[in-house]
T-cell receptor, first 113, second 116 residues
Framework: DADVTQTPRNRITKTGKRIMLECSQT?????MYWYRQDPGLGLRLIYY???????NKGEISDGYSVSRQAQAKFSLSLESAIPNQTALYFC????????????FGPGTRLTVL | AQKITQTQPGMFVQEKEAVTLDCTYD???????LFWYKQPSSGEMIFLIY??????QNATEGRYSLNFQKARKSANLVISASQLGDSAMYFC?????????????FGTGTRLTIIP
């Protein structure tokens, strides 16, 4: 089984709809992250969490919110989706110490019409 | 500010040849880490190799090695004996190890195609 899972893997929705993307991990890592990937722009950080009570904004948090329900679960919400939020979304996890290598989930491809 | 530059948008390499993917970075922080990820057409991001700024030797992981030239601020990925399965996008990334900085900054990637 994969260490970092994301649901759904693909989603098509309409402008104005509320969308939640979910991430679960079995790696036991304390840190979790949400990124989005747009063509030609690489990955950009949306939100990150050090633990259940610690949520922090990344470089492009506007239009998004997150919830860390448990150490192993971190969800990303788009309260009112808009077309420029169409992207590939990745969840990642890491330890707090050492190289803090981030391990990524398989991604969720979101299309907002 | 962190910045990663990958100047090769695409590369074509004959199977079994070695390939070098370029990455240069810019930082004023003395403590940082450099990472390479592989993204096949299926979309997932696969961690390949890590190099710390204070590491004295170049990192190696199987067929992957990182040619780290600190003075030139370059961290090129070398893949030896390329295989068809190496065809993918490759991203270089960096993180400065200072308190409060959790951002892993990515380059725009290089698309590698291995030719049979």
């Amino acid at each position: 089984d994969a260490d970092v899972t994301q649901t759904p893997r693909n989603r098509i929705t309409k402008t104005g709809k509320r969308i939640m993307l979910e991430c679960s991990q079995t790696k036991g890592h304390d840190r979790m992250y949400w990124y989005r990937q747009d063509p030609g722009l690489g990955l950009r950080l949306i939100y990150y969490s050090f633990d259940v009570k610690d949520i922090n904004k990344g470089e492009i948090s506007d239009g998004y919110s997150v919830s860390r329900q448990a150490q192993a679960k971190f969800s990303l919400s788009l309260e009112s989706a808009i077309p420029n939020q169409t992207a590939l979304y990745f969840c990642a996890t890491s330890w707090t110490s050492g190289a803090d290598t981030q391990y990524f989930g398989p991604g969720t491809r979101l299309t907002v019409l | 500010a962190q910045k990663i530059t990958q100047t090769q948008p695409g590369m074509f390499v004959q199977e079994k040849e070695a390939v070098t993917l370029d990455c240069t970075y810019d930082t004023s922080d003395p403590s940082y880490g450099l990472f390479w990820y592989k993204q096949p057409s299926s979309g997932e991001m696969i961690f390949l190799i890590y190099q710390g700024s204070y590491d004295q030797q170049n990192a190696t992981e199987g067929r992957y090695s990182l040619n780290f030239q600190k003075a030139r601020k370059s961290a090129n990925l070398v893949i030896s004996a390329s295989q068809l399965g190496d065809s993918a996008m490759y991203f270089c990334a960096m993180r400065e190890f200072n308190f409060g900085n959790e951002k892993l900054t990515f380059g725009t990637g290089t698309r590698l195609t291995i030719i049979p």
